[in-house]
């Protein structure tokens, strides 16, 4: 039952995170002039196609391994946020880029 109870947090916790990550798809463009803020979306939208596979992939080798008994709730909790950051930290740098050229 405890075991259940991890697994619903985990989950709740990491659904919370990625709705947060997913709304906040426009701060980085607010960094840009008005006139680029749409530009800059679209490009930010890209971005985070792009990167769909690499993060479901993620996603699923950790569960492997949380299934596999590898990792606990916490760990699993702590590598996805940590994954996060990394991913979104990363996709800002390639925004900088790509703006950078428009």
């Not at 749409?38 to 890209?46: M, Y």
């Not at 996603?59 to 709730?73: F, P, S, T, V, Y």
């Not at 702590?78 to 050229?101: C, D, G, P, W």
């Amino acid at each position: 039952m405890i075991h259940s109870w991890w697994n619903l947090s985990a989950l709740i916790v990491c659904l919370a995170v990625t709705s947060s990550v997913t709304f906040a798809a426009d701060p980085p463009c607010d960094k840009y002039p008005p006139d680029k803020h749409s530009r800059c979306a679209e490009i930010w939208k890209d971005l985070n196609k792009e990167d769909g596979p690499v993060i479901a992939q993620f996603g699923l080798d950790q569960q492997k391994r949380r299934d596999e008994g590898k990792i606990d709730a916490q760990q699993h909790l702590a590598e996805n946020m940590t994954f996060i950051k990394q991913s979104t930290e990363k996709r800002i740098e390639r925004l900088k880029e790509r703006m950078a050229k428009e």
